[in-house]
């Protein structure tokens, strides 16, 4: 066999796990190949050593746990996940069946949450915090949590940062991509992937989890079917001892009363309120330095938005900032972004935004948070002007 000292050097080196002695023998069985003149060889070689560039090095401490020396809330069992770490693939597809999120990426800010998910995330925080109480009446911390929600109102970013409290990876599963052709293979892909989500030490992120009411209702191969979410019901029992769970989904109304009864904790993430929303603006305006009438204003237009839209709009916004600091006033510049995000702001506010500035104060000074002098401030007017337009009502 051509080049065999070099292959031989080459499974010693992946053998012992060492990436950059691995690299090594590649570039050098690149120029071995293209000196005797396999020069298409060669060439494949050289570009999967740039596209893996230094990353090798990177991901073998990419998985483990954080560095920063935060205790965590509460310490999951299981062997520490390494970049290294096999994780189960589909066999028909090669499809990894899951992605590992590496404590570093989770989010380290935690989401504006309305009163009541305040209340009942500082609640499953507490159990943490406090095994020990919970363990002396025999109870444990809770184990499994629903998050379900409309789109775009910070599920993900939840789960996330609530991983990041028990500084721990995610492993994060797309339910659907569980599901094969064959439904044989979608029973072993469960039972893999709950074998190694149960070995490491993490938090299983079951996103888009209404996939499985789908199922339910497939009117093809019933019983084969029904044995599926079984087998994906019985692994959530089996590993609620052994580690945290999330499941994620948009419709809640799809999932049945066996799914919900899985989770202890189920927590609602609602569209936002009139104080969410500012606290949500607030936490993407930096470094725009915007007044807090005119905060007001913006809260008042993204009415019935998403967090994920209010974000979406507030980078519209510093966009503008940004291409044309002082040509437009503000309401000049958010009327101008409500239409190009037309999708994202209901038609009355925008017709209101482009309509006079006159009516647009009338409008504002019916609202309950908008005294005479919030509106002056939003719109760039001087009192007297607002107190005036406020009396020809
Ligand atoms: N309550 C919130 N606080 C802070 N940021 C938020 C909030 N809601 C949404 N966002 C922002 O919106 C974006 C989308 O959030 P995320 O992906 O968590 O939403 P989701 O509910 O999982 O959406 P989907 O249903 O589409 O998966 C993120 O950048 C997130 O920071
Ligand atoms: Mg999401």
């Not at 483990?64 to 205790?71: D, L, P, V």
Request: with cysteine; net charge neutral; glycine share 8%.
């Amino acid at each position: 066999m051509d080049h065999f000292t070099l292959v031989y050097d080459l499974c010693r080196a992946a053998l012992s796990g060492d990436p950059k002695e691995a690299r090594s023998v590649v570039k050098r069985l690149g120029s071995a190949l293209a000196k005797g003149g396999n020069a298409d060889d060669a060439a494949l070689i050289s570009r999967l050593v740039k596209a893996t560039g230094t990353s090798g090095e990177r991901r073998a401490v990419a998985f483990t746990e954080s560095k920063t020396g935060k205790a965590p809330l509460f310490d999951l069992p299981g062997e520490v996940l390494h970049a290294a770490t096999h994780i189960p693939v589909d066999r028909e597809s090669g499809a990894s069946l899951a992605e590992v999120i590496p404590v570093e990426r989770l989010a380290a800010d935690r989401p504006v949450l309305g009163a009541a998910l305040e209340g009942a995330v500082n609640d499953l925080l507490l159990e943490w915090q406090n095994a020990s109480s919970l363990a002396s009446l025999g109870l444990t911390p809770a184990r499994t949590c629903l998050i379900y929600g409309p789109p775009g109102t910070g599920k993900t970013r939840l789960a996330h940062w609530l991983a990041g409290q028990l500084q721990v990876p995610v492993i994060l599963v797309r339910l659907d991509g569980l599901m094969s052709s064959y439904l044989g293979t979608t029973s072993r892909n469960i039972g893999n992937l709950f074998k190694f989500a149960n070995t490491y030490k993490a938090v299983l992120l079951l996103d888009e989890f209404d996939a499985i009411a789908k199922l339910r209702d497939d009117p093809n191969e019933i019983g084969e079917i029904k044995r599926i979410v079984n087998t994906l019901l019985q692994e959530l029992d089996a590993r609620r001892p052994l580690g945290f769970t999330i499941a994620i989904t948009n419709h809640s109304n799809l999932l049945d009363p066996a799914v919900w009864r899985r989770f202890e904790v189920q927590l609602e993430t609602p569209i936002p309120d009139w104080g969410q929303r500012l606290e949500i603006l607030k936490a993407f305006l930096p470094p725009l330095d915007i007044s807090d009438g005119k905060q007001q204003l913006l809260s008042w237009a993204l009415d019935g938005c998403s967090g994920a839209e209010i974000e979406d709009v507030v980078i519209g916004l510093k966009k503008s900032h940004a291409l044309d600091p002082d040509g437009l006033t503000f309401v000049e510049r958010l009327t101008r972004v409500s239409f190009s995000h037309g999708g994202r702001i209901k038609e009355r506010i925008k017709s209101l935004l482009a309509s006079d500035t006159t009516r647009l104060a009338q409008a504002l000074l019916e609202q309950p948070h908008f005294s005479q002098a919030r509106v002056a401030e939003a719109l760039d007017l001087n009192r007297s002007t607002v107190s005036r337009w406020a009396k020809i009502k």
